[in-house]
């Protein structure tokens, strides 16, 4: 029961997907703005195309093209850039180049694609079972078809990739062994007894409440018991909620990540053949923790990776904006210059709001 749960609750999952979608909505809206200048774009070339073809037949009014007319006005090719250029231009520009740079930083997509097929796949189950057609979730959510989603995981995918990429690079030797010092540790085993409270999907916040009580009075309880000098064996037959661990004495074995975090912090704290003397509590209830022992905690070049990968997940999850703060460092290393003058103090504007 300590074990992470393979697969997320499908409420959570429905959270996630919306959350997904709202966080790829800008994103979407980028998409389409390209899209938009694309066309408008083929547009113009058709029209430059017809013009040579048909001798010059478009008219130009003081050497600019016009490209549409009303009574009393010509809209001019030039008109047209400009206030697109004020709409969404420097989203637009962005974009593009944030497009281009993930493509030159991640050629291969396999990974990606991969990602994406298996998210989709989760949710597409996930939505199936409790009866929602997926197609109407994808429609509700801006989507016509599972491509378009596809395209947008495979998106962030990718961009978060480069972000992530950047800032293990930049991390420091200091960072990386005061990390390896304090957080990593080898293999450990440890023996629990699990107290879950009473509940069911049915139940009420206020009995929910009082049966999270009723666990954590039970715990103490075995506590006791154990400190009054009670066989371990025997507690965990008689109360461990873990029907997988109770042959082994409540016993398993664990790295960091392969168990919920209170559990594993807390038994980093022991010494071996030391129990916790209160409730660890965890979303899978109340545990009493004995620990049993710790292996050798791997050399840093072996830990190397895992270093990085932690540092990093913590860095992005105590600043939301660092994302997008990484991206305006991650093009100045590209040498990003915006000659336009409009699209340039919009974009500073941008950047600024994230210090």
């Not at 066309?39 to 195309?49: E, G, N, Q, S, Y």
């Not at 478009?58 to 009574?71: F, T, V």
């Not at 975090?261 to 030391?274: R, V």
């Not at 590209?334 to 974009?347: A, F, R």
Request: negative net charge.
């Amino acid at each position: 029961m300590a074990k992470k749960e393979n697969t997320k609750k499908v409420e959570k999952t429905v959270k996630e997907t919306k959350e997904v979608t709202k966080n790829n909505k800008e994103e979407v809206m980028k998409q389409n703005i390209i899209i938009s200048l694309l066309v408008i774009a083929c547009l113009l070339m058709i029209i430059i195309l017809m013009v040579v073809i048909k001798g010059h037949e478009a008219k130009l009014k003081d050497g600019k093209e016009i490209i549409a007319s009303i009574d009393g006005k010509d809209i001019t090719s030039e008109e047209l850039f400009d206030a697109l250029k004020k709409q969404n231009g420097t989203n637009a520009l962005i974009n593009t180049i944030d497009d281009f740079i993930v493509n030159k930083e991640i050629e291969d997509t396999d990974a990606a694609k991969k990602y994406a097929e298996a998210q989709i796949a989760t949710l597409k189950q996930q939505y199936e079972s409790i009866g929602y057609d997926f197609s109407t979730v994808l429609a509700s959510n801006g989507y016509e078809n599972e491509d378009q989603l596809k395209t947008d995981i495979i998106s962030d995918y990718k961009k978060n990739k480069v972000v992530e990429k950047y800032l293990s690079d930049n991390l420091t030797d200091d960072e990386i062994n005061a990390y390896y010092d304090k957080e990593i540790h080898g293999k450990i085993s440890s023996k629990h007894i699990l107290i879950q409270p009473d509940t069911t999907n049915a139940t009420t916040e206020e009995e929910k409440t009082t049966a999270e009580e009723a666990a954590k009075t039970k715990a103490q309880e075995v506590i006791q018991k154990l400190n009054d000098g009670a066989a371990w064996s025997d507690l965990v037959k008689e109360y461990s909620a873990d029907t997988a661990s109770v042959a082994d004495d409540g016993l398993i074995e664990f790295e960091k990540g392969d168990v919920v975090d209170e559990f594993y912090q807390a038994s980093i704290t022991l010494n071996d053949n030391e129990y916790t003397k209160e409730p660890v509590k965890s979303t899978y209830g109340y545990h009493i923790i004995l620990k049993v022992s710790e292996a050798e905690k791997p050399s840093l070049e072996d830990s190397l990776e895992t270093i990085k990968s932690d540092l990093v997940s913590n860095m992005l999850s105590k600043d939301e904006n660092l994302a997008n703060k990484t991206w305006v460092d991650i093009r100045k290393k590209y040498n990003l210059e915006i000659n336009d003058t409009k699209l340039e103090k919009v974009y500073n504007s941008i950047i600024s709001d994230l210090k």
